[in-house]
């Protein structure tokens, strides 16, 4: 019995929308086959797998169905939170999703699940990513103060969303956190965050999260530890598709 993660499967079953990157990186090439047939090796059915967001490319919800199946039919307990590409998941009607999918795939969203003593905490997170202003020698000079602003708002939403199901669990009696987001805890210019202070005052053993693609992009935020807590990058293209184990 193993906890599993890993993010970005972006699939595409029933929609034709790719992003330049993936057309053009190997790492995507029948990237789904590859993942099934790893999930099939690595996985036991009393395992759980927890998706970390950007699952499907379907903008809308009858264009996401087929992808949900395919995640649907992987071995194991499947936890899915939510990415900035998953159109199909109003946030304000998890349960309904929950309901509609109900026992395979689990929406963790404005609610905990767990796994052996641990409570697991998701949410979609947010960073500033720009766009930042370089000089002639590469140096971020300065970036755009009205997007900082509009993502600041985000930020302050996406927290208060964490903190809520943190509290949730804490008041049912769980003092062991996971904690899963989908954008990195921290941006190019950060060294912390309020996710990251979120995940010390809860004492969150692990931090899981993905959304950073490409080699470029792999070091954006925090790998390893980090003032006592576990950093996690789970983006499939970053794991070759091979998820991860988080805890036994
Ligand atoms: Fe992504
Ligand atoms: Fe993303």
């Not at 993936?22 to 036991?44: A, I, S, T, Y």
Request: proline letters at 3%.
């Amino acid at each position: 019995m193993s906890l599993y993660a890993i993010g970005d499967l972006h699939l595409h079953f029933n929609s034709r929308v790719w992003a330049e990157s993936q057309l053009n990186d190997p790492v995507w090439k029948d990237h789904e086959l590859k993942f099934v047939e790893n999930c099939n090796k690595l996985l036991n059915d009393d395992d759980t797998l927890v998706l970390v967001g950007d699952h499907s490319w379907g903008k809308k919800p009858e264009q996401c169905e087929a992808d949900l199946d395919y995640i649907r039919r992987l071995p194991g307990r499947k936890i899915l939170t939510r990415g900035n590409h998953d159109k199909f998941w109003d946030v304000n009607k998890t349960e309904a999703l929950n309901e509609k999918y109900q026992p395979e795939l689990n929406f963790l969203q404005n609610n905990y699940m767990t796994y052996k003593d641990y409570a697991l905490i998701g949410s979609k997170g947010y960073t500033f990513e720009g766009p930042f202003y370089l000089n002639r020698e590469g140096v971020i000079i300065g970036w755009d103060e009205e997007k900082e602003l509009h993502a600041n708002g985000l930020i302050n939403r996406e927290s208060r969303r964490l903190v809520k199901a943190f509290e949730m669990a804490e008041a049912d009696g769980f003092s062991k956190f996971i904690m899963f987001l989908h954008y990195p805890p921290t941006n190019i210019l950060e060294e912390s965050s309020i996710f990251t202070q979120i995940a010390e005052r809860y004492d969150v053993k692990e931090v899981v999260y993905a959304h950073c693609h490409g080699h470029e992009r792999f070091h954006d935020s925090i790998l390893g530890e980090f003032r006592g807590r576990n950093y996690r990058l789970v983006s499939g293209d970053y794991l070759n598709w091979v998820p991860e184990k988080i805890l036994d």
